[in-house]
T-cell receptor, first 115, second 110 residues
């Protein structure tokens, strides 16, 4: 199947710092990528839809100034958590839609811990 | 509106067969997906049904009935490693993100 990579796989940072997470589709072009967050034992929560070359669409309740999304190419989207706080600690997962098969493939996720 | 329902938890015995049901309500229909998610890991794609009927892929099969808004995932010859959450998902419309059910946590016991 299609491969989506995410980097870093885990990160620990101090409160107030910013963290950038990269999501890449390795063997297909993804005009649309999605960013999810998942807290322990809870379901995936969609944060935003990232469209190549245009502004991201954020879900209700997600602060666009705190979670900056950039989708500069057909294979790369980045999520930057700005001024991170302990409550931002979570599992962040990106997914990319394969345009040809209409299937969403997930990256392996990034575990963020904010101290 | 959109709504996806699936049971919260199921338990089955190693070597047995288990069926995980999913009912959905979406505006229009653009396919039904099943994903597997092990604890602490990201979901992995299992199947995508667009047409009615059963699609078999090894030990896993997925069934769809569009008229009933119903799908199930069938797991045969259960193995301990199949213990995971199984997520049913559908796009709200053609180019929108998948809407996920809350997932069914399957425990396979000896």
């Amino acid at each position: 199947g299609a491969v989506v990579s995410q980097h870093p796989s885990w990160v620990i940072c101090k409160s107030g710092t910013s963290v950038k997470i990269e999501c890449r589709s390795l063997d297909f072009q993804a005009t649309t990528m999605f960013w999810y967050r998942q807290f322990p034992k809870q379901s995936l929560m969609l944060m935003a839809t990232s469209n190549e070359g245009s502004k991201a669409t954020y879900e209700q309740g997600v602060e666009k100034d705190k979670f900056l999304i950039n989708h500069a190419s057909l294979t790369l989207s980045t999520l930057t958590v700005t001024s991170a706080h302990p409550e931002d600690s979570s599992f962040y997962i990106c997914s990319a839609r394969d345009y040809h098969t209409d299937t969403q493939y997930f990256g392996p996720g990034t575990r963020l811990t904010v101290l | 509106g959109q709504n996806i329902d699936q049971p919260t938890e199921m338990t089955a015995t190693e070597g047995a067969i288990v069926q995980i049901n999913c009912t959905y309500q979406t505006s229009g229909f653009n396919g039904l997906f099943w994903y597997q998610q092990h604890a602490g890991e990201a979901p992995t794609f299992l199947s995508y049904n667009v047409l009615d009927g059963l699609e078999e892929k090894g030990r896993f099969s997925s069934f769809l009935s569009r008229s009933k808004g119903y799908s199930y995932l069938l797991l045969k010859e259960l193995q301990m490693k199949d213990s995971a959450s199984y997520l049913c998902a559908a796009p709200f419309s053609g180019n929108t993100p998948l809407v996920f059910g809350k997932g069914t946590r399957l425990s396979v016991i000896a």
